[in-house]
């Protein structure tokens, strides 16, 4: 079979390769010149990540340590992922004003926040080996990453930009720290050690953040080997943004985010020791398949997929998103703040409309009304409402006699919002963006405290 190649433009440029450190851009440039004209002794925070000057550069001013690193950490990656989105491991910029900010001097906060409603965008730790932790959760606010089986064996796996994160604690790294460093610091700036206080000595109580205050009153955390496997919120100050915390840096994507492929497990994976090369393999009912994928010079990513039943696959390649260094992915939830789906409008406080109508759209009859029985609902009431089969709703076919669903008499009465273009006529996409919000908003619940609730992304 043919390999079916395309290519992608990455949103910067790369220059050199031959260093550990893969991206030796700008930042990079900027912050090793900074780290090394640093005098005086390096902040205690730094001591974990300092037993990894192959794979971490450090530097600081008086309120961080910021952490730099390629996001691609030494140990075998993705095997053992049995539940994998076809994202793929690439190496990231976290370098100068993209490297990982950690306090240097914590301040506890009032009432802390849980991770368990909280922070499901974004890392919430950085590993002593400069690789981003995620909460355990991910953004769906429910599955645990590690039983989904989302996880390889160090606990990692790649995010929507093809950012390699762990979800866990990087226990791999204990022995390299031993006992007295920390795996890991949370961004709040306290500490994650392992299964042992720093002396040695068994763990005492922890609060409910997984964290305590020793006896010279300094406050840290512990690692476990079950939820909440890192810390399980934030004891410290932390500044919140679009449901995770900020400042923290950005992945860079090259290509739209893939789908998940179901009952594909990773079996393999390579990297050439320039980080220039990559095989990816997996097995899908039985049969194999793979993802080769090559930087090539000026920054490019060729990728080659062999799918398991003999095809290549097609892929645009398009990245949606090219241009400058600093070409970000847009703040995941920007534009939806303060624009939350209309209700209906049956005094206050108002109940979110799906659950005013979840029995009539709970196909399944779980109590719970999924993507998929969503936008059944959508496909439902469109094909019923465009009787004249052109792709849209006009106004009249909205007040013509339509279709019995729980959804139509929201288009009818709620037309003028669904039509986001105000162009006269509701568009299977805007009926199906309105949705997916709605829907968003109650996947998340209502009353998790968290007014923020970003889309899916990692
Ligand atoms: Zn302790
Ligand atoms: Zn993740």
């Known amino acids: 079979m043919k390999d079916f190649r395309f290519i992608v433009l990455l949103g910067f ?29 390096a902040p205690k925070t730094a001591e974990p ?30 095997i053992g992922i049995t539940a994998w989105q076809q994202q793929v491991p690439l190496p990231q910029s976290y ?49 645990d990453t590690y039983l989904a089986g989302e996880l390889d064996q160090y606990g990692g796996h790649c995010g929507r930009a093809d950012d390699y994160h762990y979800h866990v604690a990087p226990w791999h790294l204990a022995e390299r720290l031993g006992p007295s460093l920390p795996l890991a610091y949370a961004l709040d700036g306290y500490p994650i050690y392992g299964l042992s206080e720093p002396d040695g000595g ?25 939820y909440p496997y890192i810390n399980g919120g934030f004891h410290g100050e932390v500044s919140v943004q ?74 645009n390649g398009k990245t949606g998103r090219t241009g400058g260094g600093g070409n970000r992915p847009p703040p995941p939830d920007g534009k939806q703040r303060g624009e939350g789906p209309p209700m209906e409008g049956n005094g206050q406080p108002r109940k979110p409309w799906i659950e005013n109508h979840l029995t009539e759209m709970d196909g399944n009859r779980d109590g719970k009304l999924s993507q998929e029985e969503m936008m059944e609902e959508v496909s439902k009431t469109f094909t019923g409402y465009d009787a004249d089969r052109n792709g849209k709703i006009s106004q009249s076919e909205a007040n013509g006699p339509g279709v019995r669903s729980a959804m139509a008499g929201f288009v009818k009465q709620h037309f003028a919002e669904v039509d986001k273009d105000a162009n006269g006529a509701i568009s299977l996409e805007e009926l199906k963006t309105l949705a997916m919000k709605m829907w968003e908003k109650y996947s998340w619940g209502e009353g998790s405290g968290s007014s923020q609730r970003p889309p899916p992304q990692n």
């Open 95 to 143: 370098y100068g004003g993209n490297a990982w900010p950690i306090p240097l001097h914590p301040i506890p906060s009032t009432n802390g926040m849980s991770a368990k409603t909280n922070f499901f965008r974004g890392a919430i730790a950085v590993a002593a080996n400069g690789i981003p932790i995620f909460n355990p959760i991910k953004n769906d606010g429910r599955t």
């Open 202 to 226: 068994s763990v005492a109580r922890l609060d409910s953040f997984q964290g305590h205050t020793n006896g010279l009153g300094e406050y840290h955390y512990h690692a476990s080997k079950s």
């Open 13 to 41: 440029s790369w220059v050199g390769l031959a260093s550990a450190h893969l991206i030796e851009d700008a930042d990079y440039q900027a912050m090793k010149k900074k780290s090394s004209a640093q005098t005086g002794a």
């Open 242 to 315: 679009g449901g995770g915390v900020e400042p923290q840096p950005n992945a860079t994507p090259v290509r739209q985010a893939t789908a998940p492929l179901p009952g594909a497990k990773i079996t393999g994976f390579e990297m050439s020791a320039d980080k220039k090369k990559y095989q990816l393999e997996y097995v899908q009912n039985g049969k194999k398949g793979s993802v080769s994928y090559e930087i090539l010079s000026g920054g490019n990513v060729q990728f080659s997929f062999k799918n398991p039943d003999g095809t290549t696959s097609e892929s």
């Open 49 to 78: 990540f300092l037993k990894f000057p192959d794979a971490v550069l450090v530097d600081w001013d008086e309120k961080y340590l910021y952490v730099g690193s390629d996001g691609l950490p030494d140990h075998p990656l993705m």
